[in-house]
């Protein structure tokens, strides 16, 4: 498909909203206008991409009415991509099509953003900053699991196993200080853990290699 094969399903779907519609004025690729009416502006490319949103974004110190539009996906790819396109365009205010055999899809019209502040994700976000020792992350780290408060508190446990063979979750828990030491030993999400009794847990070989492999934080977690 042609950036140019986007036009003509545009240019029906807007004047069958009463629009008189123009291709290629002033630099935007289409522009349609009705009575009095603030124009309407849609930009037009191949992908979802940076510069076209760019592009809708700067058409927008013209007319609140802007959209950008791209031929239409399918499969769960496309689904994802469409989902996350919506989120970002609400966000910049843009409007949102896509064109499928001729057809116009409208996925979100522009208009002003109000982002929603979601409470119990900041306390989430809070408590796990105030209850990770120290820093053991490196932004954009890739090669690494992330080193979060859990995962801390489960080589905390590992670190006392290690030492003293086995433990009951209420004395790691009044031991160690770790509210969650019941249902990290019980879970045992790592595969770190094992059950050598009833109530009584001992460290697997993963275990101690995972005192290996987080040797720092460990050191860190020691210190």
């Not at 927008?60 to 396109?85: F, L």
């Amino acid at each position: 498909m042609r950036e140019t094969e986007l036009y003509a399903p545009v240019k029906a779907f807007l004047e069958a909203q009463g629009y008189e519609v123009k291709a290629e004025v002033k630099d935007c690729d289409v522009v349609a206008v009705r009575d009095d009416a603030e124009p309407v502006i849609v930009e037009l490319k191949l992908q979802l991409s940076l510069t076209l949103l760019l592009q809708g974004v700067d058409r927008q110190a013209i007319s609140d009415h802007v959209y950008v539009c791209v031929p239409s996906g399918k499969g769960a790819r496309w689904r994802t991509q469409i989902k996350d396109a919506v989120r970002l365009c609400r966000r910049l205010g843009l409007g949102l099509l896509s064109v499928r055999n001729g057809v116009v899809l409208a996925h979100i019209d522009p208009g002003p953003y109000a982002p929603r502040k979601f409470k119990r994700r900041r306390d989430l976000l809070l408590r796990e900053f105030q209850n990770r020792v120290g820093d053991p992350n490196t932004g954009g780290q890739v090669k690494r699991k992330i080193i979060t408060a859990y995962r801390q508190d489960a080589l905390r446990i590992a670190m006392y196993l290690s030492d003293m063979g086995t433990v009951k979750p209420a004395i790691a828990r009044d031991t160690l200080g770790i509210p969650k030491a019941a249902s990290i030993l019980q879970a045992d999400h790592y595969g770190w853990f094992e059950r050598v009794e009833r109530g009584v847990y001992g460290l697997r070989p993963h275990g101690v290699e995972a005192l290996e492999t987080y040797a720092d934080v460990v050191a860190l977690l020691k210190a």
